[in-house]
């Protein structure tokens, strides 16, 4: 089955510097790679998403990439501020028929002020 | 909309007992699927109902069981509760015909 690892596990960066969190996926037909915030006492939130047949997906200071190849994506965050301070997932989906997400450890990042 | 919502949010049992979470999805959402997240495992996947019917199913024993009712609320259950079954239960809903997920707050399950 679909396997993802995440790296890495712990990021500290200054406020207003860039963290970057890679994950990469085994099974070749995993075709959606959402990105999920977790905040202490909640659940993940949706930060940001990206299909298969699309190589970078940016929303303000949240960019993903994709390298279908080498099977591996990322997560960027610029200009990080305190409240970017959570847990980040990132997960893999083949979709069709039911959900199944896999999901990969997570990463701490701490944004120190 | 309000967002996926999950009760209770805390539970305390013992071994041996059975436990029932409940979770209200997103209006108009009709597929919900159950998570277990732990500090060891991470988050796993339980099972996804989509209109009554379970279309997807997790590497869990049997003692994990679920159902969805007609308004798309949903129901998990676990009997003969372990001390391994502490965890934090999650509950995601999404639209028809799209694979974004909408998690709730979750449920934070002590087994003593």
């Known amino acids: 089955g679909e396997n993802v690892e995440q790296h890495p596990s712990t990021l500290s960066v200054q406020e207003g510097d860039s963290a970057v969190i890679k994950c990469t996926y085994s099974d070749s037909a995993s075709n959606y790679f959402p990105w999920y915030k977790q905040e202490l006492g909640k659940g993940p939130q949706l930060i940001i998403d990206i299909r298969s047949n699309v190589g970078e997906k940016k929303d303000q200071r949240i960019a993903v990439t994709l390298n279908k190849t080498a099977k591996h994506f990322s997560l960027h965050i610029t200009e990080t501020q305190p409240e970017d301070s959570a847990v980040y997932f990132c997960?893999?989906?083949?979709?069709?028929?039911?959900?199944?997400?896999?999901f990969g450890p997570g990463t701490r990042l701490s944004v120190l002020p | 909309k309000a967002g996926v919502t999950q009760t209770p949010r805390y539970l305390i049992k013992t071994r041996g007992q059975q436990v029932t979470l409940s979770c209200s999805p997103i209006s108009g959402h009709r597929s919900v699927s159950w998570y277990q997240q732990t500090p060891g495992q991470g988050l796993q996947f339980l099972f996804e109902?989509?209109?009554?019917?379970?279309?997807n199913k997790g590497n869990f024993p049997g003692r994990f069981s679920g159902r969805q009712f007609s308004n798309s609320r949903s129901e998990m259950n676990v009997s003969t509760l372990e001390l391994g079954d502490s965890a934090l239960y999650l509950c995601a809903s999404s639209p028809d015909g799209q694979e974004t997920q909408y998690f709730g707050p979750g449920t934070r399950l002590l087994v003593l």
């Open positions: 109902y989509f209109s009554e019917t379970q279309r």
């Open positions: 997960a893999a989906s083949k979709g069709g028929y039911g959900q199944n997400f896999v």
